[in-house]
């Protein structure tokens, strides 16, 4: 199980830093991401770090996001910097792979 936390309204330019929570097992060693869907959207792909903490970005959020992760608390986090309206979505925390663990989402809501 994971559980999503932190999302909120936000206005343009703002910032917001989302907190997932997983169970210890195995935690250090999974592959951990994020990912977005917007109303009418496909979820996409937004970052994720792997155990060594290489991570990776989808283009639209290079420069502004992070994603990093506690592993002594079971916890990996989003923080997203100069938010834009089109960063509005669901946002869900995963573990292990699409096939993997998925989160319920917080919504995300960027409005001025």
């Known amino acids: 199980q994971v559980v999503e936390s932190g999302g909120g309204l936000v206005q343009p330019g703002g910032s917001l830093n989302l907190s997932c929570t997983a169970s210890?097992?195995?935690?250090?060693?999974?592959?951990l991401a994020w990912y977005r869907q917007a109303p009418g959207n496909q979820r996409e792909f937004v970052a994720s770090?792997?155990?060594?903490?290489?991570?990776n970005y989808a283009d639209p959020v290079k420069g502004r996001f992070t994603i990093s992760r506690d592993n002594a608390k079971s916890t990996f986090y989003l923080f997203m910097n100069n938010l834009k309206p089109e960063d509005t979505a669901v946002y869900h925390c995963?573990?292990?792979?699409?096939?993997?663990?998925w989160g319920q989402g917080t919504q995300v809501t960027v409005s001025s």
């Open positions: 995963n573990r292990g792979g699409p096939t993997g663990i």
């Open positions: 210890r097992m195995y935690f250090s060693i999974d592959i």
């Open positions: 770090i792997t155990h060594n903490n290489r991570t």
